[in-house]
């Protein structure tokens, strides 16, 4: 598996987990990456999204914003979401992606070529 997706689990309303995606083979570090999410019945949306080289900027869905922090570990070939103040809501299988660019370019899935497994994260009320 080229990237490797972790660190889901069970956790409270208002608790914090950080998920990882390591780029196994250190293909990915000069594309764009995101964290995208589904939940049951649901289409798939994004999360948030680094750029990739020397890019810094993140961007974010309105409901991770203030919440959710994306970073890359360039030296550790991975991407981490760090997601605070959970919420039921946030239920969903969280996936990392790989976009076609160095540069983001929107939040649609189709704008990104290459998926991980998914990671289950599941808040309780």
């Known amino acids: 598996v080229q990237l490797q997706a972790s660190g889901g689990g069970l956790v409270q309303a208002g608790g914090s987990l950080r998920l990882s995606c390591e780029d196994t083979?250190?293909?990915?570090?000069?594309?764009?990456m995101a964290w995208f999410r589904q939940a049951p019945g649901k289409e798939r949306e994004f999360v948030a999204a680094?750029?990739?080289?020397?890019?810094?900027?993140?961007y974010y869905s309105d409901s991770g914003k203030g919440r959710f922090t994306i970073n890359r570990d360039k030296v550790r070939n991975t991407v981490y979401l760090q997601m605070n103040s959970l919420k039921p809501e946030d239920t969903a299988v969280y996936y990392c992606?790989?976009?076609?660019?160095?540069?983001?370019?929107?939040?649609?899935?189709?704008?990104?070529?290459?998926w991980g497994q998914g990671t289950l994260v599941t808040v309780s009320s």
């Open positions: 992606a790989v976009s076609t660019t160095r540069w983001y370019k929107g939040s649609e899935p189709d704008e990104f070529s290459y």
């Open positions: 083979r250190s293909t990915f570090s000069q594309y764009a």
């Open positions: 680094v750029e990739g080289g020397r890019g810094v900027n993140t």
